[in-house]
């Protein structure tokens, strides 16, 4: 599995700082790298704590990020007297990059500079280095369309999904944003980047888990084994693009809609994402690549002969206090118990494997189903 809880590193092996909304991805890709994960994160969950050296819950919110003093803080009590390899940076900083521009006066980042990710994430930034470089891209407008059935509302800086709405339906919020509605199939690309090229890790089929509130919210991804060829040598060449005209290094994602067999560019996330766990590898850790990568040095990518998929199981309806029960090896970012849950409140990711695509989709989503049976059934 993409997740093992690792016994707790020797004394020999070096520290890695993390920084993010939830570390605990990060930190079993930097175990799984042989590096002693220290992590700042908003959760500090029973898996975080199980895999990492140390872990330090920081205070913030979803919306906001993280709290500049609090999160240097921890990074230095995290820290102490042993400098860490670097620092990696996952979600929680695309609204806040000052917060990067401080963690690299004090120790060696690992990933995408400030600058790169306030360009990355600037809607009318990112909309016109597209344009120059011939990618495909929904058109955006800061000003509400007067046709708003054919359009989505987005906040800039965000992440997951859970933000954007339909921009028919919603107020106008500081940070809004407007982008055309392609329909069509969700697919990202998981990539490297060296600051001059662009090499794919992967490709992933993604799927929404849409409430009324949120009509699309992130539901899982699922590791391709195969993809045009062509299409992918055009993907790459896109990035590699963009990765020059804005200085991507490590690992990063890229969120595109396909119809028809053709493409549109969605987003670029400037950092380790969501579907870290299905792409690892104990062979070709992907945490190492990162690091090598972000130093503009050679690095191996992982190979694979099957799927395998990632799905969050939400709450769908309130739980005043979170069960007890043994949870299957397949499962991570488990809520703990005595917790207090409202409805669409995450419970866990499930993971599953699979010869194909759709085997591994099945096989996850009969996993989600047996973990909502368990909590349902723990609660009667």
Same mark, same amino acid.
């Given at each position: /599995?993409?997740?093992?809880?690792?016994?707790? *590193?020797?004394?020999?092996?070096?520290?890695?700082?993390?920084?993010?909304?939830?570390?605990?991805?990060?930190?079993?890709?930097?175990?799984?790298?042989? @590096?002693?994960?220290?992590?700042?994160?908003?959760?500090?969950?029973?898996?975080?704590?199980?895999?990492?050296?140390?872990?330090?819950?920081?205070?913030?919110? /979803? $919306?906001?990020?993280?709290?500049?003093?609090?999160?240097?803080?921890?990074?230095?009590?995290?820290?102490? +007297?042993?400098?860490?390899?670097?620092?990696?940076?996952?979600?929680?900083?695309?609204?806040?990059?000052?917060?990067? +521009?401080?963690?690299?006066?004090?120790?060696?980042?690992?990933?995408?500079?400030?600058?790169?990710?306030?360009?990355?994430?600037?809607?009318?930034?990112?909309?016109?280095?597209?344009?120059?470089?011939?990618?495909?891209?929904?058109?955006?407008?800061?000003? !509400?369309?007067?046709?708003?059935? *054919?359009?989505?509302?987005?906040?800039?800086?965000?992440?997951?999904?859970?933000?954007?709405?339909?921009?028919?339906?919603?107020?106008?919020?500081?940070?809004?944003?407007?982008?055309?509605?392609?329909?069509?199939?969700?697919?990202?690309?998981?990539?490297?980047?060296?600051?001059?090229?662009?090499?794919?890790?992967?490709?992933?089929? $993604?799927?929404?888990?849409?409430?009324?509130?949120?009509?699309?919210?992130?539901?899982?991804?699922?590791?391709? !084994?195969?993809?045009?060829?062509?299409?992918?040598?055009?993907?790459?060449?896109?990035?590699?693009?963009?990765? !020059?005209?804005?200085?991507?290094?490590?690992?990063?994602?890229?969120?595109?809609?396909? *119809?028809?067999?053709? @493409?549109?560019?969605?987003?670029?996330?400037?950092?380790?994402?969501?579907?870290?766990?299905?792409?690892?590898?104990?062979?070709?850790?992907?945490?190492?690549?990162?690091?090598?990568?972000?130093? *503009?040095?050679?690095?191996?990518?992982?190979?694979? !002969? +099957?799927? /395998?998929?990632?799905?969050?199981? @939400?709450?769908?309806?309130?739980?005043?206090?979170?069960?007890?029960?043994?949870?299957?090896?397949?499962?991570? +970012?488990? $809520?703990?118990?005595?917790?207090?849950?409202?409805?669409?409140?995450?419970?866990?990711?499930?993971?599953?494997?699979?010869?194909?695509?759709?085997?591994? $989709?099945?096989?996850?989503?009969?996993?989600?189903?047996?973990?909502?049976?368990?909590?349902?059934?723990?609660?009667?």
């Amino acid at each position: /599995m993409p997740f093992p809880l690792h016994e707790k *590193s020797s004394h020999k092996a070096r520290p890695l700082l993390i920084a993010a909304i939830s570390g605990r991805a990060l930190a079993a890709a930097a175990r799984r790298a042989g @590096y002693r994960p220290l992590v700042a994160d908003f959760f500090r969950d029973t898996d975080t704590v199980a895999i990492a050296e140390k872990a330090v819950r920081v205070p913030g919110s /979803m $919306q906001a990020g993280f709290e500049q003093a609090s999160l240097i803080e921890a990074l230095d009590e995290l820290a102490g +007297d042993e400098p860490p390899v670097a620092v990696v940076c996952g979600s929680g900083f695309e609204r806040r990059p000052e917060i990067v +521009d401080e963690i690299a006066r004090r120790y060696p980042l690992a990933g995408n500079s400030a600058s790169t990710i306030r360009r990355i994430k600037d809607p009318h930034l990112f909309a016109a280095d597209c344009a120059e470089l011939g990618i495909p891209h929904p058109e955006h407008r800061w000003e !509400r369309p007067a046709d708003p059935e *054919s359009w989505v509302s987005k906040q800039a800086g965000a992440a997951g999904g859970g933000h954007i709405r339909r921009a028919d339906s919603g107020e106008d919020l500081p940070g809004i944003y407007f982008q055309r509605f392609v329909a069509g199939e969700s697919i990202s690309a998981l990539f490297i980047g060296d600051g001059r090229n662009a090499s794919i890790v992967g490709f992933s089929r $993604q799927w929404t888990a849409p409430t009324p509130q949120t009509p699309y919210r992130y539901g899982g991804a699922v590791r391709l !084994r195969r993809f045009n060829r062509h299409e992918a040598a055009l993907i790459e060449s896109w990035l590699s693009g963009l990765t !020059r005209r804005a200085g991507l290094v490590g690992l990063c994602s890229a969120d595109f809609i396909r *119809s028809r067999g053709s @493409y549109r560019l969605v987003e670029i996330n400037p950092r380790p994402g969501a579907t870290l766990d299905i792409f690892d590898s104990e062979a070709a850790p992907l945490i190492e690549a990162h690091l090598q990568a972000s130093r *503009s040095a050679p690095h191996a990518l992982p190979r694979f !002969r +099957d799927c /395998m998929a990632s799905i969050i199981v @939400y709450a769908d309806k309130p739980v005043e206090r979170f069960p007890s029960f043994s949870w299957p090896e397949w499962a991570a +970012d488990h $809520q703990s118990p005595g917790t207090t849950l409202s409805a669409g409140d995450p419970i866990c990711t499930a993971f599953a494997s699979g010869r194909s695509a759709l085997a591994a $989709q099945r096989a996850v989503r009969d996993r989600a189903r047996e973990i909502e049976h368990r909590v349902e059934g723990a609660r009667t």
